[in-house]
T-cell receptor, first 114, second 116 residues
């Protein structure tokens, strides 16, 4: 158990809908990262937050947004869902933004868009 | 250009044998970190081992060791005494940097199958 929690574990929804994925980092970790794992794109970095502020953006679509709350949990919002958004979405956390040390991953949320 | 290259889509190894999973990387940064993660069929990403670019010794964690050859920009994972439970997808990843953003860049992965 990495200490990072993600809910829900599975999500099935229809095209055009909006969903919210939730992540709680490990105790003491200030930095949260979101990654998407799909069959065609592999594992891709989406966005990073550090202590409530956005720090970096990767290949995140405009239909997607995220935030990190004062209690450090984070939410990834996916809207106007398309079939191609079906993927495994991971949240990871690390102690600091500048640390070069390991990121611990949550168990992931498997999103299926039908 | 690919920042992380894993050239072995699939590998087979006999139980109790050692296996090496290849990883080469591309960066112009002096400070960076290299990571290996394991992803079993259940889907979770499990951190295995880390090597910093300034570390002079190769990293080891139990049966895992990282063969770090800086000049060749390679960071191969060696698993000794393979077990059936080692069957999984293995990802090499890199974190570049001195900047404040430290996201991981992943390779395409190697599917390891341990044969009884």
């Amino acid at each position: 158990d990495s200490g990072v929690t993600q809910t829900p574990k599975h999500l099935i929804t229809a095209t055009g809908q909006r969903v919210t994925l939730r992540c709680s980092p490990r105790s003491g970790d200030l930095s949260v990262y979101w990654y998407q794992q799909s069959l065609d794109q592999g594992l891709q970095f989406l966005i990073q937050y550090y202590n409530g502020e956005e720090r970096a953006k990767g290949n995140i679509l405009e239909r997607f947004s995220a935030q990190q709350f004062p209690d450090l949990h984070s939410e990834l919002n996916l809207s106007s869902l398309e079939l191609g958004d079906s993927a495994l979405y991971f949240c990871a956390s690390s102690v600091s933004s500048g640390s070069i040390n390991e990121q611990y991953f949550g168990p992931g949320t498997r999103l299926t868009v039908t | 250009a690919q920042k992380i290259t894993q050239t072995q889509p699939g590998m087979f190894v006999q139980e109790k044998e050692a296996v090496t999973l290849d990883c080469t990387y591309d960066t112009s940064d002096q400070s960076y970190g290299l990571f290996w993660y394991k992803q079993p069929s259940s889907g979770e990403m499990i951190f295995l081992i880390y090597q910093g670019s300034y570390d002079e010794q190769n990293a080891t964690e139990g049966r895992y060791s990282l063969n770090f050859q800086k000049a060749r920009k390679s960071a191969n994972l060696v698993i000794s005494a393979s077990q059936l439970g080692d069957s999984a997808m293995y990802f090499c990843a890199m974190r570049e940097g001195p900047g404040s953003a430290r996201q991981l860049t992943f390779g395409s992965g190697t599917q390891l199958t341990v044969l009884p």
